[in-house]
């Protein structure tokens, strides 16, 4: 896999060239300050101004029944303020607007789907900037994009190509994960397909094995085919309850791109898939015995923490303080114990 391979899987490089069998999208340039802040690994503090949100009532009467909390009024407390882009903020408003009011976020090749456990809804669908804030800064594939999109490449010795990183919010569309394939491409030839939620047993996909291949066969000729800037590429696509086969992404034909049911190894090799002359091998999850979690499980943190560090819940809040008060109280008494103890 070379540089230039990784550069021709962007967002903007492909998504002209098949825009008429994809999701309509809307590219924005994404500001230097804004990347700053999405690689600052500071406090989470996501701006609200753009988002209408419910204030939650608290009973005053309640709390300040419960135990006083010191807070520090020490003059070297920092105060951590959400930054604001204005104009950033107010192009992304007008282009959630112009796509229905909800959109998927990516950046130049990958999405946050590492991050999806900390939004409220547990979804990607986003309808303000903060909502892709809080996706992106919590996201190991997006920083992924921003610090090491070569990192695998082959061709090191060679200088970096020039990124111009770009925000990508495409319309939202409830898409049914056993309906998405992975499809692998080697010298313009598709030789594998891959269900894409291999993790988890979809009856339909086994049943309609042959109707899948010739449909995602016939778009990838028609449409997809010599049409891309590389004969070595991986595509993800869709297919609708109407048999109809939608361009999702592209990506690299290489070990940077999860290979799912096959390896890299197998697809690499031109041993068996490569060299089948009646289509593309199928593979796809066949019994619920072959069940696996989710490999974006790993990434998550209890909620707890998620409320605590998004101040979602005053009262979780509030008895996390009174721990820690009471553990610091039991570090002194323990210090004074000792002191009294020791030999004089």
Same mark, same amino acid.
């Given at each position: 896999?070379?540089?230039?391979?990784?550069?021709?899987?962007?967002?903007?490089?492909?998504?002209?060239?098949?825009?008429?069998?994809?999701?309509?999208?809307?590219?924005?340039?994404?500001?230097?300050?804004?990347?700053?802040?999405?690689?600052?690994?500071?406090?989470?503090?996501?701006?609200?101004?753009?988002?209408?949100?419910?204030?939650?009532?608290?009973?005053?009467?309640?709390?300040?029944?419960?135990?006083?909390?010191?807070?520090?009024?020490?003059?070297?407390?920092?105060?951590?303020?959400?930054?604001?882009?204005?104009?950033?903020?107010?192009?992304?408003?007008?282009?959630?607007?112009?796509?229905?009011?909800?959109?998927?976020?990516?950046?130049?090749?990958?999405?946050? #789907? +590492?991050?999806?456990?900390?939004?409220?809804?547990?979804? @990607?669908?986003?309808?303000?900037?903060?909502?892709?804030? !809080? *996706? %992106?800064?919590?996201?190991?594939?997006?920083?992924?994009?921003?610090?090491?999109?070569?990192?695998?490449?082959?061709?090191?010795?060679?200088?970096?190509?020039?990124?111009?990183?770009?925000?990508?919010?495409?319309?939202?569309?409830?898409?049914?994960?056993?309906?998405?394939?992975?499809?692998?491409?080697?010298?313009?030839?598709?030789?594998?397909?891959?269900?894409?939620?291999?993790?988890?047993?979809?009856?339909?996909?086994?049943?309609?094995?042959?109707?899948?291949?010739?449909?995602?066969?016939?778009?990838?000729?028609?449409?997809?085919?010599?049409?891309?800037?590389?004969?070595?590429?991986?595509?993800?696509?869709? #297919? +609708?309850?109407?048999?109809?086969?939608?361009?999702?992404? @592209?990506?690299?034909?290489?070990?940077?791109?999860?290979? !799912? *049911? %096959?390896?890299?190894?197998?697809?690499?090799?031109?041993?068996?898939?490569?060299?089948?002359?009646?289509?593309?091998?199928?593979?796809?999850?066949?019994?619920?015995?072959?069940?696996?979690?989710?490999?974006?499980?790993?990434?998550?943190?209890?909620?707890?923490?998620?409320?605590?560090?998004?101040?979602?819940?005053?009262?979780?809040?509030?008895?996390?303080?009174?721990?820690?008060?009471?553990?610091?109280?039991?570090?002194?008494?323990?210090?004074?114990?000792?002191?009294?103890?020791?030999?004089?």
């Amino acid at each position: 896999m070379k540089k230039e391979q990784v550069v021709n899987c962007q967002f903007s490089v492909w998504y002209p060239i098949f825009k008429k069998h994809s999701i309509k999208s809307v590219i924005l340039p994404l500001p230097q300050n804004v990347i700053d802040y999405l690689l600052d690994d500071g406090t989470l503090v996501v701006s609200g101004s753009d988002h209408n949100t419910q204030q939650t009532d608290i009973n005053n009467t309640d709390l300040n029944a419960e135990e006083d909390i010191q807070w520090s009024d020490d003059d070297t407390t920092t105060t951590v303020t959400a930054p604001e882009f204005p104009e950033f903020t107010s192009k992304v408003l007008e282009a959630i607007n112009a796509l229905g009011g909800r959109v998927f976020p990516k950046l130049n090749w990958s999405a946050p #789907r +590492d991050a999806n456990w900390i939004a409220l809804n547990s979804s @990607l669908q986003c309808d303000s900037l903060s909502d892709i804030f !809080l *996706l %992106f800064k919590s996201s190991d594939f997006i920083t992924h994009d921003l610090t090491q999109p070569f990192v695998q490449c082959s061709d090191q010795d060679s200088p970096d190509p020039v990124i111009n990183y770009e925000l990508v919010l495409r319309k939202w569309s409830e898409l049914i994960p056993g309906g998405e394939y992975r499809c692998f491409v080697k010298e313009n030839k598709l030789i594998a397909i891959s269900q894409r939620d291999y993790t988890q047993y979809y009856p339909h996909v086994l049943k309609q094995e042959e109707q899948i291949c010739q449909a995602v066969q016939e778009f990838f000729s028609q449409h997809i085919q010599y049409n891309f800037l590389d004969e070595d590429f991986v595509f993800d696509v869709y #297919r +609708d309850s109407q048999g109809k086969v939608w361009l999702i992404d @592209l990506n690299p034909f290489g070990e940077v791109t999860d290979s !799912l *049911l %096959f390896s890299w190894e197998e697809l690499m090799s031109g041993g068996e898939i490569a060299q089948q002359q009646d289509g593309p091998a199928f593979r796809c999850t066949t019994s619920e015995v072959t069940v696996q979690p989710s490999p974006c499980l790993s990434y998550r943190i209890p909620r707890d923490f998620v409320d605590l560090s998004r101040g979602e819940d005053a009262y979780k809040l509030i008895d996390f303080l009174k721990l820690k008060k009471s553990q610091q109280e039991e570090s002194e008494e323990e210090e004074e114990e000792e002191e009294e103890s020791a030999p004089q």
